[in-house]
């Protein structure tokens, strides 16, 4: 096994990166690099004259970085997209592609405090260098700014009442540890989904610490500005918070995904959305990652 595919499998590998459309000097973008192997992917469709810009906050995923000229890794929250581009001189961008949500990688690290399955800090922190930790959040949020994070973010029914009694926890012993968040959620998940229940709660407070649909928000904003016409957005979503973002914004052009209409009745769009694309059975069983994963492309006019 690779080293690349031990720290991450990509989802639809070669789907996302075909509607990527690339020509052999083509300048894209891979805002979410991880592992590296859509990039990788992207490399072998560019000769010397194109290039290939990669995006992540989380050091780990620099040593993933290939040396090539044709390549450039940039250590930074893709909601900075614009200002990293004119730093390095490029107006306009033939294709992006964003693979969201988290990496195997940090599933997988028993240190990062982002599964379950380890009894690791509570961090979930993507970038480690900055901002608050889960523990953080869960120690010194108000009972309503929770509530709102778990109703919000994991779609949950006992959103309030995980909230107070969390409120309730933390005031006999501080949240340090992934079990101290498993102890106190355990009444509010029934064990015929014990496990689904813990995942939103988990997914929720990891949106929240890491900022991820705000950051998600800003750097569509961004692309709809660096892609000429013909330039392809290729998205691939693993839930239906961001999915809905960025089918609204395919469709209308804007976050809000407020619809204008030309005097004929037609919808008014920078972007042609051109199809959306599921994993094929065979990598849903081999990659159970990308079991709940869309693939959206759109075209800029």
Same mark, same amino acid.
């Given at each position: 096994?690779?080293?690349?595919?031990?720290?991450?499998?990509?989802?639809?590998?070669?789907?996302?990166?075909?509607?990527?459309?690339?020509?052999?000097?083509?300048?894209?973008?891979?805002?979410?690099?991880?592992?590296?192997?859509?990039?990788? %992917?992207?490399?072998?469709?560019?000769? /010397?004259?194109?290039? @290939? *810009?990669? $995006?992540?906050?989380?050091?780990?995923? +620099? #040593?993933?970085?290939?040396?090539?000229? %044709?390549?450039?890794?940039?250590?930074? /929250?893709?909601?900075? @997209? *614009?200002? $990293?581009?004119?730093?390095?001189?490029? +107006? #306009?961008?033939?294709?992006?592609?964003?693979?969201?949500?988290?990496?195997?990688?940090?599933?997988?690290?028993?240190?990062?405090?982002?599964?379950?399955?380890?009894?690791?800090?509570?961090?979930?922190?993507?970038?480690?260098?900055?901002?608050?930790?889960?523990?953080?959040?869960?120690?010194?949020?108000?009972?309503?700014?929770?509530?709102?994070?778990?109703?919000?973010?994991?779609?949950?029914?006992?959103?309030?009442?995980?909230?107070?009694?969390?409120?309730?926890?933390?005031?006999?012993?501080?949240?340090?540890?992934?079990?101290?968040?498993?102890?106190?959620?355990?009444?509010?998940?029934?064990?015929?989904?014990?496990?689904?229940?813990?995942?939103?709660?988990?997914?929720?407070?990891?949106?929240?610490?890491?900022?991820?649909?705000?950051?998600?928000?800003?750097?569509?904003?961004?692309?709809?500005?660096?892609?000429?016409?013909?330039?392809?957005?290729?998205?691939?979503?693993?839930?239906?918070?961001?999915?809905?973002?960025?089918?609204?914004?395919?469709?209308?052009?804007?976050?809000?995904?407020?619809?204008?209409?030309?005097?004929?009745?037609?919808?008014?769009?920078?972007?042609?959305?051109?199809?959306?694309?599921?994993?094929?059975?065979?990598?849903?069983?081999?990659?159970?990652?990308?079991?709940?994963?869309?693939?959206?492309?759109?075209?800029?006019?």
């Amino acid at each position: 096994m690779s080293e690349q595919t031990v720290y991450h499998t990509p989802v639809m590998l070669n789907e996302s990166v075909e509607g990527m459309e690339i020509e052999k000097d083509s300048i894209c973008v891979d805002v979410t690099f991880g592992g590296g192997g859509h990039s990788r %992917r992207i490399l072998e469709e560019l000769d /010397n004259s194109g290039h @290939l *810009y990669s $995006f992540d906050q989380d050091e780990d995923a +620099e #040593k993933n970085a290939p040396d090539d000229k %044709r390549f450039t890794f940039v250590r930074g /929250n893709f909601r900075f @997209l *614009y200002n $990293f581009m004119r730093y390095y001189g490029v +107006e #306009k961008i033939d294709a992006l592609l964003a693979d969201l949500g988290v990496s195997g990688h940090h599933f997988d690290d028993e240190t990062r405090g982002f599964s379950f399955r380890f009894d690791a800090d509570l961090d979930m922190r993507m970038n480690n260098r900055a901002g608050r930790t889960a523990a953080d959040l869960l120690n010194e949020a108000s009972e309503e700014e929770l509530a709102r994070i778990f109703k919000l973010y994991g779609e949950l029914n006992c959103s309030r009442k995980l909230a107070s009694a969390i409120v309730k926890q933390r005031a006999q012993k501080p949240f340090r540890k992934v079990s101290d968040l498993i102890e106190v959620s355990k009444p509010f998940c029934p064990p015929q989904r014990e496990k689904k229940e813990l995942a939103k709660i988990f997914q929720a407070l990891r949106i929240e610490i890491n900022q991820e649909l705000e950051s998600l928000k800003e750097m569509l904003e961004q692309a709809k500005e660096l892609l000429p016409a013909g330039g392809r957005l290729v998205v691939i979503t693993y839930h239906s918070i961001e999915d809905r973002i960025v089918k609204n914004f395919m469709k209308s052009g804007n976050i809000e995904g407020e619809i204008t209409k030309d005097f004929f009745g037609r919808i008014e769009s920078p972007f042609e959305a051109k199809k959306v694309m599921l994993p094929t059975p065979q990598e849903q069983e081999s990659n159970p990652r990308s079991r709940s994963a869309k693939l959206r492309i759109a075209i800029k006019k």
